[in-house]
């Protein structure tokens, strides 16, 4: 296979598309999208933060929520990836609606079918960039996304990802095969 070098732009794929949500010093609940996130331990994840409205309530509150994104939510995603909610409710401009999570003192976005609620563990800033890791403490998702074992099932949800090559957005595709268990037809050989 004839391979070539390319340029840079494909680092990580598929890359996530997550949307914090936080409270700032009014209480008033902000939404932000970010594709630069991962989870990093059992009950932990990790997200590459710039300087925004949402790491000052962060360092505030010391709590957040992360909802996944569908293709049902992805313009008003995608519009809380592309204005700051400094000056701007934007989740009253987008007409979502949240309440406070039972767990940790951020908002739940009810527009979303699965959202994480966490508390910041830390916010380590490097030169105005940041790292969050976040503890997960609860997990809450809507009754249609759940299998009959009170599981969330992917095959229920249109969650997109984040392609950074044609900046755009990608639909999840379905189960093509079975973890731990497919390669064993090689191993066992
Ligand atoms: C698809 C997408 C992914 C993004 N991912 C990140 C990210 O991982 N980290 C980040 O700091 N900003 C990211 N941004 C930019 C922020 O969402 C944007 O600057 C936002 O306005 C910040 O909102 P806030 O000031 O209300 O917190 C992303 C934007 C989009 C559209």
Known sequence: MAKQNTKKDLIMAPMPVLVIG???EYGVPN???AAWGTQCDMDKITIF???H???DNLKLKKAFTVAFA???TLVETDYFGIESGKGINKIKKVGFHTHKS???DAPVIDEYPVTIECEVLKLEDDDGDYRLLGKVVNVVAEESALDENGRADLD???LISY???AHGYRLLGGLVGRAFRDGLIIKDK
Do not use: G, H, I
């Open 22 to 24: 936080t409270y700032d």
């Open 163 to 165: 392609d950074s090559v």
């Open 102 to 104: 039972e767990f940790v």
């Open 31 to 33: 939404a932000m999208t």
């Open 49 to 51: 933060l710039s300087n």
């Open 70 to 72: 569908t293709k049902e």
């Open 53 to 55: 409205k949402t790491t």
């Open 156 to 158: 229920r949800l249109n």
